[in-house]
């Protein structure tokens, strides 16, 4: 019997080898020329090879003409068993099937021996890198609850900061409501004084915290004068502060210059100055019961109606060393005669005391005044007059605290 050779490198084989040890080329194999198939139909053979299309037998493990597994359709590799054992010196590394030193290819599935590897021991992989290496879903989320608490932890913060704020201003909106709350019931007697003097500061003057009481108004007295031709009716308006409301309090019949009331008041018009004037002081021979300033009239009072003079239309004492008028109406004549009883100066041309505070020619010496018992309630110059009687009782309210105004309309 002649010697067995490899069909591919001639190399020669051993009577059991199933491949050949020098080119891995099965060893009844027929020589490597591609098979053409017949187109003629035949049976399709029970097995063949999923890699080549080779025909198979059934005790076959791998096919006889590409070396791959029989019972596989893609080549697995089987992973190392987790179970601990003795490492053998050379295993495949496509099939772990164990070699001997002077193989050149696996005898169970064809690979070459150049690529057999010893087997070493598993180093299992540190926290780190099993941490990140992995793509499993519950790995990444396992990552993911301590950044959940920071963002948790901030959120709860500015929360925390935002309801702070919030309470304070409560408290701030409280507080106001509060003050509101302590005016309207004046249940303190005393604290009536204390209001009069925060309200006797103009607005623009409030501090913050006092700006709860402008409902009290700065001018809280008002007196108006509805005119009607020569003929008026005077009012008197109070604000009251226990109610924080107006009450009308006095209703008086009046008189007023002979033409009328006008906005434009000359010297001599015989008309009464229409507008809004502040009351600025009561004088008369004695005081009467009233809050309103009072100035004692002597035989030196005179009123000055002199349009050259620096002192126009303001009550002076007839020998001032700083005299420069040349006419002047001495004032307590009328008192003497009964034919008033108290005269009120207003604000419709000057301050009534200061030097150059009236303008020349507007008007000197109108007032409102109360007829005495020899004067007669009717129209003149210009004054407003009503009744010594219904005087007697506006001065009663008149305080100079509440700022009075009277209006001429």
Not at 196 to 203: A, D, G, L
């Amino acid at each position: 019997m002649s010697p067995l050779k490899c069909n591919n490198c001639g190399a020669p084989l051993e009577a059991d080898d199933k491949f050949c040890q020098i080119c891995g080329i099965p060893v009844d194999s027929p020589e490597p020329e591609t098979e053409i198939q017949s187109d003629a139909p035949s049976a399709a053979p029970s097995l063949v090879c999923s890699k080549c299309g080779a025909e198979l037998a059934p005790d076959d493990r791998f096919c006889q003409m590409c070396g791959h597994p029989a019972d596989s359709d893609e080549p697995e590799q089987e992973s190392p068993s987790d179970a601990p054992s003795a490492a053998p010196s050379l295993v495949c590394s496509k099939c772990g099937a164990e070699l001997a030193p002077d193989d050149n290819f696996c005898q169970m599935c064809g690979t070459p021996t150049g690529a057999a590897v010893q087997p070493e021991a598993e180093t299992p992989a540190s926290p780190t890198q099993e941490t990140l290496g992995t793509s499993s879903a519950s790995t990444q989320e396992d990552l993911q609850p301590p950044r959940q608490t920071k963002k948790i932890n901030s959120k709860r913060i500015l929360l925390i900061l935002l309801v702070s704020v919030l309470a304070v201003c409560l408290l701030f909106v409280f507080r106001g409501h509060r003050q509101r709350d302590l005016i309207s019931e004046k249940a303190d007697p005393d604290s009536k004084g204390h209001q009069t003097v925060s309200v006797s500061v103009p607005e623009n003057e409030l501090s913050s915290e006092s700006q709860v009481e402008t409902e009290i108004p700065y001018h809280s007295q008002i007196i108006r004068v509805n005119t009607q031709g020569d003929k008026a009716t005077l009012t008197l308006d109070i604000f009251d502060e226990d109610s924080l409301s107006w009450k009308h309090v006095l209703d008086a019949k009046a008189y007023i210059g002979k033409n009328g009331a006008t906005a434009k008041k000359k010297e001599g018009d015989k008309c009464t100055p229409a507008g809004t004037f502040d009351l600025l002081f009561v004088f008369g021979t004695s005081k009467p019961d009233t809050s309103l300033t009072f100035k004692k009239v002597d035989k030196n009072t005179v009123w000055i109606d002199d349009t050259k003079s620096a002192y126009y239309n303001t009550w002076q004492n007839e020998k001032a060393s700083h005299k420069d008028w040349q006419n002047s109406k001495p004032i307590i004549r009328k008192f003497e005669q009964k034919l008033v009883t108290y005269r009120i100066a207003f604000s419709f041309n000057g301050d009534c005391l200061s030097k150059n505070s009236a303008k020349s020619g507007r008007g000197s010496g109108l007032f409102l005044e109360g007829i005495g018992s020899k004067g007669k309630l009717t129209s003149g110059y210009g004054d407003i007059r009503i009744s010594g009687k219904d005087m007697k009782k506006l001065l009663r309210y008149l305080d100079s605290s509440k700022h009075p105004q009277i209006e001429i309309n």
